[in-house]
Structure formats: C-alpha cells, structure tokens
C-alpha cells in the first residue's frame, strides 16, 4: 500500500463488489494529467513478496493485434509504484497491468484500462477570495472565489477540459456544502454570515469523466464587524458637513443681521397720528403732550399746528378716554370707544355729569340746571383721553395715579337727585355706545360731513316721562357740556370762541349717528348758556334720528388759535315727540375745506 | 498562424439571408456539440456497464478491437501538436464518417439505445466540414493535398466490419472515439483561436 504517496492512498478503487484480493494485485493505477500514469500494487497477503524484485509489472499497450507484455519502465519500489513517463503513455489505449512474481503471474483482467478513463487532475492553486457585497442588514454576505487551474493539466492547448467544485463549510463543523461543478475558474458564494469563519477547497476533474482529483489547500474566509463601518463613516461626513452649512449660515447671519432683518422684518410703518411726536408717545410723557395738545402755553392750538392745518384739510383730533381701570380698556367689549372718550361706562362711574361738588358752577341755561364745569375733572379726564392715546403703553405711576384721583372725582356716581335719572337710565346717552370713529358717507354742501351708520346704540332708553327726559335732556346737556369741555382746548381768554367741539353730544338719548348737529359759533363768553347753546339743541326726542354730535364743523380759526366752530341749530320744540328730525347739516368736528382757507394761525 | 481576421462570409453560394459566422463562433458550437456527444455517449457507456455487466469496475476490460482503430490517430499530446491543422481535421472527419452507419443500424436494431446517435454524429460532421471550408477560405489550411473538402475520399476499409462488433463494444469504442473527437477540436481550436476556453 503505497502509503505515502501523494495521492490519498484511501482512495482505492476495488471491484465493485469484491473485497480486496488476496493475491498480489494492483491497488490503483491514476493519471494526473492524461499525459503519465502510475500504479500502485500490493502484494496481499503475501508478505514474502513485498521485497522489492519480488514483484515485477508488465504491461500491455495494446495497440495493434501483435502487441507484447512489456514491464514497467520505470519502477518506484518505496512506493510499489510503477510510472508510465510520456514515452510510453499513449491515450486512447488499452493498458493491461499484470503482476508477476518468480514463477507466478498474478493477471487480473479488471486491471485493463484507458488513460483518459484514469485522469484525476490536480487542483486547482493560488485560491483566493474577494467580498462581493454585504447585505443591507449588514449579517451576511457574498465572497467571489478564484483560483487559477492546476499547472500540470495543460488547459491552454486544449488538452484538458476541466471542471471544478467548490466546497465550503463553517469551521469546526462537519458538513461540507458543495456547489455545483462547472468548467470557470471562479464561483460566487452565497449567504456566508458575518462574524463566522469559513473554509473552502476546490478539487478538479475532467469535463465527460467522473473521477474526481484531490481537494486543494483550503483557505479561510471570516468577515467581521468591519462592514458597517462604512456607514458610519458616511453618517459622521454627512452630520459634518452639515454642521458644517449650519455655521457657515449662522456667521452670515451675524455679520449681515441688520440687512438680513431689513429683508426678512421690513420696517412696519408706524401709525402716525397727527401733531403727536411719536417719541414722547414712546416715552410716555403725558404731561408734555398733553402741553402740545392743549395749545403749549402760547394756547389754542400746538406750535406746529399751522403745518399741521396746512397738510391736512381738517382737524382731527383724535382723543380717546383713558383705559377703563376696571373694564380692561379697550378691549371691553362693552365699552365703546365714544363711550371711554366720553367717560361713561356701564361699570364705572366715570361719566362727567355727576354731581360737581367741587365744581364751579355756572348759570344754568334756560334749562335750569347747573352744570359743573370741573376743571380738576377736565384736567383728569384730558390726562385720561391722553393717556388712552397710548394704548397699551405702560403709564407713569404718577400719572396713573393723578389720573386715579381725576377717576375717583369722577367716579362720583351721581348724586341723589340724579339718582333717579341713573337708576331708571343709566347716565349714558346711548349714542356713546356708538363707535367713536365712523365713516364718512357724504360731504354735505355746507360742509358737513355725513356718516355712514356706525353702531346703533339703544339700550336702556326708556320712555320715560317728559320730566324725565327734561332731566335727560338736562343731563345729557350736562353731560355735553362736561364733554365739550373736556375735549375742548380751553380758550383760556375766552375771546371769541373758544370751543373746538370736537363733539357735542346729542342732546336725546338715542342718536343717529348719521346726522349731526351743527353748531355754530357764536361769540358768546364760556358760559354755560354759550356752551349750552352750543350744545346739540337738536329735538332730543328724535330717538332714532337724531343726530351723533360727534364732531363740531370748525368753521375758523380765531386770533387765538381756537377753533371756531358753527354753532349747532337752534333746538327744535321741546314738544316735538318723534320724527322727523332734520337731519344735521353740518357735522361737528371737521373743517370743511372751504373753510380751511378761512382758517388763520 | 493565428487567425486575427476570421469573420469572413462562409455564405459562397450566394445564399439569401446567410449570416457570417466568425470563426471563433463556428469553433464554440462545434466544441458544444462534440462535449455533448461525448457526454451522452459516456452515460450510454456507464449505463451499459451498471446494467448488463454490474460485476465490472470502471477500467473496464482490455480487448475491445473498434473498427476505427485503422484509422490514424494521434494518441498524445505531443502527437496531436505536431500535427498539422489538415491532418487534425482529416482525422476528425474519418472518425465522424465512420461512425454514422453504425450508429443509425445501433439505433434501429437495437432497443436499449433509444438515443439517436447518428444524427448527432452527423450535425457534427457538417459542421466540422463547414468548419474546414471556412479554414480553406481563409487561408488556414495550406496543404493542398489534403482532400478535406471531399468527404468520400475519407471512406477506408476497415479491418474489422463494425457489423461484427456486439453492442458493447459499439459502446465502448464509440464512447473513445467521441473523446478523441471532441479533443483534436479542442487542440485545433486553441491553435487556431485561443481566445476563451483555452
């Protein structure tokens, strides 16, 4: 048994059916690369015969009808092999191999072949292999393996066609997975898993023959962790480059934040309200503006009143009462803005024509009722109009708590004998639920300006006796006269007329906002009759048509920078019970533009 | 001589819609289709052994005389290369002349061997001689004496009559005969066109 012999010596092919012989007998007989052979024998139980000489091998080529026995060409005794050199190889011959001994001959017929029948090529060499892709997952993955064919099988004439199969399995396991057999010098293998070690070896045979030659070398193949690596390193360039963009877009921002804002946050113009510098509105002083607004001690009108009259074709002044202290301001919803103007609330007691106690009195007018003209409560409520001016800006203490006293003198509910009046109607005329601004419909010839229907107010209007309304009218006179008061520029000279009825209430409770009164100026001392006179003297029993005395038509300026405005119409009957009220030609508080030119410094 | 230029038209009878075939491409259908003749004679071979003669082992016995054992072959490497491109393809085309009627009177008599050898044998045939045509037109082949192109000339009297030879060794010498065919292609192949497969 050539054991050592380079060819697996367990690969002995026997009879199909038979146990090895007994007698001397060839074990195998192979070629490697279909151009020399080999055989090995053994002596079998003959162990007398296994010195060398002791067996000799003969062969017959049997090439033509007179071929002869021949022996072994060359003789591997350490072996008990006998090789066939390409001399004496000849392909697509029938070999027959006989053993014979002193005196013996030891033939076996099965021991006939051809070479190309006995080919078992070498394996292939210079295994190797390469990645070929992982799996998403990131678990498995795919090797290509190469190799190249064995040296000794001369594949390039074309001599030798052969095919090759590849097995491959886990390491320490016992099960080789074997691929299928095809002629190519690589094969790709699937579904190998990370972090397992495999081993692979090819071995060779023939294309058209079934034996098989040895397995090659085997190499190994393990894939670690090391693949997911790369996405990693993909994230870590992506998170940079974008942190990257980002501070390069932050330092953009920083250096070129002022035209960066210009773009993105355009100034937004500020509301501009007439002969008011926006500035001390910022600053919050009250005291000065209200100086401005009040004539600045060269009084009527603010130094910078005649550019104003020049820009402008009316005066507007735009007064709003102080934030309700309890209501929440402006944004009671309750409360309109006349009615703030006007100081009259339905929560508050801030309404002017309470009981003037401190109050100077003046002769009452032919309605015989005095009047208070408070000039702490003009004042107050001058500082609460001016205030409310700010809307939203924070007030100076002091202010607030001047304004705090004007309120307390004005919260002064209504006395006694106006208790009545308060109690079946509450102190408000209701025209001041109406809103302060409304739009102008139409501009009457004469100058007035007419008003589209803003919101009609009525509320708690009763029919009440004419006494009542006597006293209504009363109060509400009053009231007016409390009202233009405080939204005059007081003339302190009181020459000529000094009333800039900004408005003058109606005289009715119930107003139409779409008819005003007129009020004509008359030169009359500031007196209550005067004031009165220029008190709406509309019917005040128009409950729905009377007019709004919002605004008073200025009709000129006097020397004194007062405006002079017309003096409403002369008050209709009292006995007039309803109707048809005439409309008010002239409404109050604007400057018509032909009186403009009239108007002088 | 490599072929460098082999795409010349085999088409020279004026054929209507003949398609060149390169040379290269005429030698890989050629080599398919003598591995596939191989192939089913081998199984044939293998079948025969298991199923009437189950006591045998592969090497088989000695004495089969085959009826183309006249017919020169190399028996060697060395012998193949020394030959000349004509002589290769002489041999080839004996071997495939020769083995024609046997293998159709195998086909008709016998029940065993349903597989239609002759035919196979036969489209090899053809293409082998289309291929040594193609070679004559190219220059290849420049011994004239060669009479590749007349197949009748091949037809040798052979000492044994294939009649004689029982089924097994129809066999068995077809079987070694395919091999022998299918590797002086390969050699001619690789001389001529070594591109792939060699």
């Known amino acids: 048994m050539p054991l050592n012999s380079p060819w697996n010596p367990l690969i002995i092919r026997l009879s199909s059916s038979k146990v090895s012989p007994l007698e001397p007998h060839f074990t195998d007989c192979v070629s490697r690369e279909q151009e020399t052979f080999r055989c090995w024998w053994s002596p079998g139980i003959f162990q007398n015969l296994s010195s060398p000489g002791d067996l000799r091998v003969f062969y017959l080529k049997k090439e033509s009808l007179s071929s002869e026995w021949k022996e072994c060409p060359e003789y591997i005794h350490s072996n008990r092999e006998c090789f066939f050199d390409r001399n004496h190889t000849a392909i697509w011959i029938t070999y027959c191999m006989q053993l014979r001994s002193q005196n013996t001959r030891y033939i076996n017929e099965d021991d006939c072949f051809t070479v190309e ?146 773009i993105l946050l355009p100034p937004v113009p500020a509301p501009k309200i007439k002969g008011i510098d926006s500035e001390l509105l910022k600053k919050g002083k009250l005291d000065d503006l209200n100086f401005f607004l009040n004539g600045g001690g060269f009084g009527g009108l603010p130094p910078y009143a005649p550019e104003f009259y020049h820009d402008e074709p009316w005066v507007e002044f735009i007064e709003v009462e102080a934030e309700d202290r309890d209501g929440g301001g402006k944004d009671d919803s309750l409360t309109s803005d006349t009615q703030m103007l006007l100081g009259l609330t339905q929560t ?98 004469s100058g007035g300006v007419v008003l589209s229907p803003g919101q009609h107010v009525r509320t708690q209007e009763s029919s009440s006796t004419t006494e009542e309304e006597t006293r209504k009218k009363e109060n509400i006179i009053e ?34 906002p779409t008819e005003y009164q007129t009020v004509e100026p008359s030169p009359m001392s500031r007196s209550h009759g005067n004031q009165s006179a220029n008190i709406v003297p509309d019917p005040p029993r128009c409950q729905i048509f009377t007019p709004v005395a919002d605004y008073t038509v200025v009709q000129e300026l006097d ?19 309803l109707p048809s009220c005439v409309p008010l030609k002239v409404p109050i508080g604007y400057i018509t533009p032909d009186l403009l030119g009239s108007l002088s410094p | 001589m490599l072929c460098s230029v082999c795409t010349a038209p085999v088409c020279t009878n004026a054929q209507v819609g003949c398609h060149a075939v390169s040379l290269n491409n005429l030698f890989d259908r050629i080599i398919q289709h003598s591995a596939k003749m191989h192939r089913v004679s081998n199984d044939l ?16 016995r000695g004495g089969h005389i085959c009826h183309t054992s006249t017919i020169m072959t190399p028996n060697g490497k060395e012998n193949a290369q020394r030959m000349a491109r004509e002589g290769l393809t002489q041999v080839i085309l004996q071997l495939l002349m020769a ?58 009297s052979h000492p044994v009559p294939w009649r004689l030879m029982n089924l097994y060794d129809i066999l068995y010498c077809f079987r070694r005969d395919s091999n022998k065919v299918h590797n002086y292609l390969r050699i001619l192949k690789c001389r001529i066109v070594p591109e792939h497969g060699c």
Request: glycine residues 6%; aromatic residues 6%; contains cysteine.
């Open chain 1, 117 to 262: 029948n006995i080919v078992r090529p070498d394996p292939p060499v210079s295994l190797n292999w390469t990645l070929l892709n992982v799996s998403p997952s990131g678990l498995s993955y795919d090797v290509v393996v190469i190799w190249t064919p064995p040296p000794s099988a001369d594949v390039r004439v074309g001599w030798m066609r052969i095919e090759y199969e590849v097995q491959y399995r886990e390491i320490n396991t016992t099960n080789w997975e074997a691929l299928e057999v095809q002629p190519y010098t690589k094969q790709t293998i699937y579904g190998l898993h990370v972090g397992k070690e495999y081993e692979v070896h090819i071995r060779c045979k023939m294309q058209g023959f079934s034996k098989y030659g040895d397995f090659s070398d085997s190499i190994f193949i393990q894939v670690t962790d090391i693949v997911t690596e790369e996405p990693l390193m993909f994230i870590l360039v992506l998170v940079l480059g974008i942190v990257g963009v980002l501070i390069l877009i932050m330092l953009i921002a920083i250096t070129q934040q002022h035209r960066l804002m210009m």
């Open chain 2, 45 to 60: 071979h293998q079948q025969f052994e298991l199923h009437v003669l189950p006591s045998r082992n592969q090497v088989g």
């Open chain 1, 559 to 577: 020397s004194h920078r007062s405006l002079i405005l017309q003096p409403p119409p002369p008050p209709p009957p009292p006995q007039q019970s």
């Open chain 1, 479 to 512: 009231t007016e006269e409390k009202k233009q008061t405080k939204l005059l520029v007081v003339n302190p000279e009181g020459n000529g007329y000094t009333v800039e009825n900004i408005r003058s209430p109606p005289p009715s409770t119930s107003v139409s």
């Open chain 2, 99 to 156: 083995w024609t009627d046997p293998l159709m009177n195998l086909h008709h008599s016998s029940t065993n061997v349903s597989v239609d050898m002759s035919s196979m044998v036969g489209e090899l045939r053809r293409g082998v001689q289309r291929l040594a045509e193609k070679m004559h037109t190219l220059g290849l082949l420049t011994d004239p004496d060669s009479s590749v192109v007349s197949p009748e000339a091949l037809m040798t």
């Open chain 1, 348 to 445: 508050g007691c801030h309404h002017i024509n309470l009981g003037c106690s401190n109050a100077l009195g003046f002769p009452n007018n032919n309605l015989g009722q005095t009047s208070c003209y408070d000039p702490a409560v003009l004042e107050a409520n001058s500082l609460m109009l001016m205030g409310s001016l700010l809307p939203g800006q924070p007030e100076e203490e002091e202010e607030e708590e001047k304004e705090a006293a004007s309120f307390n003198d004005i919260k002064r509910c209504p006395t006694s004998a106006e208790s009545d009046e308060n109690k079946h109607n509450p102190v408000q005329p209701t025209w001041i639920n109406t809103d302060f601004y409304a739009q102008v419909s139409n501009v009457m010839p």
